[in-house]
Antibody
Framework: EVQLVQSGAEVKKPGESLRISCMGSGYSFTGYWIAWVRQMPGKGLQCVGV????????TYSPSFQGRVTLSVDKSISTAYLQWGSLNASDTAIYYCARRYMNAFDLWGQGTVVSVSS | QSALTQPASVSGSPGQSITISCTGT?????????VSWYQQHPGKAPKLMIYAVSNRPSGVSNRFSGSKSGNTASLTISGLQAEDEADYHCASYTSTSLYVFGPGTKVTVL
């Protein structure tokens, strides 16, 4: 089955670090860009950035540049989204999605990140 | 990059057709034929309904169609059904090589 499977929900305190994951299966993981998309509570979707697993090339949205890091481990077909220091405004659902024809045709189930003191 | 503009809500009766608009700028919708639309039911991940302005992925009903004129794209749902009640998000490729989304439109089937 072609799918993206994300890691489970996280509850963190402000200032803590976090890495969430997205594992692809059923397709050539290194052949498609992966995007990370944020959805804050009750809000629309925002593109965090994109990464190409083939060579780890990345592009970050200006709103997220410097606050998050995208990475990939090709050997286990897994992409990561990482924060060095969380704050309350990072509370959201984060989706990974596979890019196809400049659209996103395959989505992970989402990872809920809650940041609260 | 500013978000695209969508109406907050659109409603229609079963069997009717509705159209959702999505307005951008010359840096996104106006310059690229890479507008996509996503359906999102509550508590679920988004699902691709339309890509490259007017193309349907395999398995998506032909009741869904997309178009574009200038800086505005549109999604039309014909023969509205109860299962179409969901949020719909538009997105566009941009001149910064990234993607911008709209705020989403809630579709209600009366």
């Amino acid at each position: 089955e072609v799918q993206l499977v994300q890691s489970g929900a996280e509850v963190k305190k402000p200032g803590e670090s976090l890495r969430i994951s997205c594992m692809g299966s059923g397709y050539s993981f290194t052949g498609y860009w992966i995007a990370w998309v944020r959805q804050m509570p009750g809000k629309g979707l925002q593109c965090v950035g994109v990464i190409y697993p083939g060579d780890s090339g990345t592009t970050y949205s200006p709103s997220f540049q410097g606050r998050v890091t995208l990475s990939v481990d090709k050997s286990i077909s897994t992409a990561y989204l990482q924060w060095g220091s969380l704050n309350a405004s990072d509370t959201a659902i984060y989706y990974c999605a596979r890019r196809y024809m400049n659209a996103f045709d395959l989505w992970g189930q989402g990872t809920v990140v809650s940041v609260s003191s | 990059q500013s978000a695209l503009t969508q109406p907050a809500s659109v409603s229609g009766s079963p069997g009717q057709s509705i159209t959702i608009s999505c307005t951008g700028t010359s840096s996104d919708i106006g310059s690229y034929n890479y507008v996509s639309w996503y359906q999102q039911h509550p508590g679920k991940a988004p699902k691709l309904m339309i890509y490259a302005v007017s193309n349907r992925p395999s398995g998506v009903s032909n009741r869904f169609s997309g178009s574009k004129s200038g800086n505005t794209a549109s999604l039309t749902i014909s023969g509205l059904q109860a299962e179409d009640e969901a949020d719909y998000h538009c997105a566009s490729y941009t001149s910064t090589s990234l993607y911008v989304f709209g705020p989403g439109t809630k579709v209600t089937v009366l």
